[in-house]
């Protein structure tokens, strides 16, 4: 099975305040746990569904994954056109937004590396 890899890279860059940001953007995606993520079609439109994104900080910005089955629905939306949307809303209304560009994860080595261990923020323990 493949994993999603989410990279942020918006643009090219992340802003360099996100240092000031990292602790409540783990939280809060960590809290909610599964957040809307939305590709688009090849003709533009668009298509949300519900993932579950694991983030880590890594040299300073933020990277993630998200632990999905590759369909061929998500294979196709992301030959087209490999940026996501993804929106992460809690009950007190915390928000998180996430612009990326995702490619599929073919390599056990980091498949391991996600899934074992897993982040003590990741909202595994809240999955079973």
């Not at 409540?24 to 533009?44: K, N, S, W, Y």
């Not at 298509?47 to 294979?75: C, E, Q, S, Y």
């Not at 939306?77 to 073919?106: Q, R």
Request: hydrophobic share 40%.
């Amino acid at each position: 099975m493949a994993r999603l890899r989410v990279v942020r890279e918006a643009g090219g860059a992340v802003s360099p305040a996100f240092s000031e940001l990292e602790p409540d953007f783990l939280r809060i995606t960590a809290e909610t746990v599964f957040c809307t993520a939305t590709t688009v079609d090849a003709a533009g439109r668009p298509r949300n569904r519900m993932l579950h994104p694991i983030f880590v900080v890594r040299d300073g910005r933020p990277l993630g994954w998200a632990l999905t089955g590759r369909t061929p629905m998500k294979t196709r939306h992301l030959a087209a056109n490999p940026h996501i949307g993804c929106s992460y809303w809690n009950p007190s209304h915390d928000t998180v937004f996430v612009d990326c560009v995702a490619s599929w994860v073919e390599e056990d080595a980091e498949k391991e590396q996600v899934l074992r261990p897993l982040p003590e923020h990741a909202g595994a323990a809240r999955l079973g």
